[in-house]
T-cell receptor, first 114, second 115 residues
């Protein structure tokens, strides 16, 4: 059983640029969620994808968008990067309808915006 | 509004002593509650969860947590701390049956275990 893998592990971008982060969900999981963890804070929910559609969103602007693919992997796209977007971005996979099984997190992508 | 609170930014414990990391929650309906641990520059590692049933939940690495509905608490405990337990601990909750499958996290508690 493979876990959740995220790529890249680290990334440096310039303010105003666009970035794409990738996530492969755990085998057997059909739902992917993305979280932003700023330095010294707990993770904040960005959005969730199930059956290739967004089915929940936190308090993040539209320049944060995503995709889920038929194999349940996912991308997080951020446009017009701002300095405050610097954070650890975590992907979590789960099995919708089986909340009790919990969420498996990847190791994250550390994004630095300069 | 739903929330999870970890009132302590840091907990210091001597190796071999018992440890407690506190968490309180405010969610509507039946809560699902989780504890995760994060080591430096790493993602979140699952420790344990409360869904239903016994109020005392046992998890990985000798950790356990006690669900207390009347006090809306879910404190993490371990009878004998190890130096290797030093890390950042997050409590999280989810509203059962909510339309969004998201977790609500506390801000984290840094656990420092000294030899």
């Amino acid at each position: 059983e493979t876990g959740v893998t995220q790529s890249p592990t680290h990334l440096i971008k310039t303010r105003g640029q666009q970035v794409t982060l990738r996530c492969s969900s755990q085998s057997g999981h059909n739902t992917v969620s993305w979280y932003q963890q700023a330095l010294g804070q707990g993770p904040q929910f960005i959005f969730q994808y199930y059956r290739e559609e967004e089915n929940g969103r936190g308090n993040f602007p539209p320049r944060f968008s995503g995709l889920q693919f038929p194999n349940y992997s996912s991308e997080l796209n951020v446009n017009a990067l701002e300095l405050d977007d610097s954070a650890l971005y975590l992907c979590a996979s789960s099995l919708e309808g089986r909340t009790g099984y919990g969420y498996t997190f990847g190791s994250g992508t550390r994004l630095t915006v300069v | 509004a739903q929330s999870v609170a970890q009132p302590e930014d840091q907990v210091n414990v001597a190796e071999g002593n018992p440890l407690t990391v506190k968490c309180t929650y405010s969610v509507s309906g039946n809560p699902y509650l989780f504890w995760y641990v994060q080591y430096p520059n790493r993602g979140l590692q699952f420790l344990l969860k409360y869904i239903t049933g016994d109020n005392l939940v046992k998890g990985s690495y000798g950790f356990e947590a006690e669900f207390n509905k009347s006090q809306t608490s879910f404190h993490l405990k371990k009878p004998s701390a190890l130096v290797s337990d030093s890390a950042l601990y997050f409590c999280a909750g989810r509203n059962y049956g909510g339309s969004q499958g998201n977790l609500i996290f506390g801000k984290g508690t840094k656990l420092s275990v000294k030899p």
